[in-house]
């Protein structure tokens, strides 16, 4: 063999090496990894989603006008919401787990400084955390007067749900590592069994939920921490969407 043709060879095995290396670190990348880089690249591409089966509740929800027909600002509009709220794909395309999280938060907002107008949670324990399940709220109350929230939350998924009725704070552990799921739960109070309340780094509102936690945002989770002590009462009541 001419030393041309060496050459060649060597490029051709050196060309199908790097595409089998190519391969071999895409499928090495973290599921997580890659979702991160297409709502970062979802983010700043062109949004050029066709008009969803919730068109019209969406443009309602986000302020747009309402005519069932998707525009590059509806498109957008409803990216960015599901950029926000940790919707996966972010294409801004109005389908029903957007409309569901929209719903939800719209249910969230009207709480206002009221969240337990209907006194479904005690207000004759003194200090008490709340947790709604029906619209993934909680806060914390003084009898009846609001003391904090209310606040996003993220319960237990299908076959994990977190249990209903009143419960009461029993251990603390600021910097707790979950050796099950292997996974940090920075200020974790726990109030029945292996639930409690902690925070997490992703979104509150990304489905499906957690194994029976009440997952937090780092800031609300912080504040319960240092509002709540063990031994005082959590009321859970409701049922999650799904559950």
């Not at 707790?176 to 902690?198: C, L, N």
């Amino acid at each position: 063999m001419t030393s041309a043709a060496v050459k060649r060879a060597n490029v051709r095995v050196r060309g199908r090496f790097g595409v089998l290396l190519g391969a071999a670190a895409v499928l090495a990348v973290p599921l997580s990894g890659v979702v991160g880089a297409g709502s970062a690249q979802a983010a700043t591409a062109s949004c050029t989603a066709g008009a969803g089966p919730y068109q019209k509740q969406a443009e309602r929800f986000l302020g747009r006008p309402v005519d069932g027909r998707q525009s590059a600002a509806d498109c957008r509009a409803i990216r960015d919401f599901q950029l926000d709220h940790g919707i996966s794909p972010a294409v801004g395309y109005a389908g029903p787990v957007t409309w569901g999280v929209m719903d939800l938060v719209a249910k969230q907002r009207a709480a206002g400084s009221n969240p337990n107008a209907d006194r479904k949670c005690p207000v004759d324990k003194g200090r008490i955390a709340c947790v709604d399940l029906t619209r993934q709220l909680s806060w914390i109350q003084d009898g009846s007067r609001l003391a904090f929230g209310p606040v996003p939350i993220r319960s237990g998924r299908d076959g994990y749900e977190t249990r209903t009725g009143l419960k009461r704070i029993y251990w603390r552990s600021v910097d707790h590592w979950s050796t099950i799921y292997k996974v940090r739960m920075p200020y974790s109070q726990f109030f029945d069994g292996g639930q409690a309340f902690h925070s997490i780094d992703g979104s509150v509102w990304s489905a499906p939920g957690s194994h029976g936690c009440v997952n937090m945002r780092r800031g609300d989770a912080k504040t319960y921490w240092s509002m709540l002590k063990n031994g005082d009462d959590v009321y859970v009541y409701g049922r999650k969407s799904g559950t």
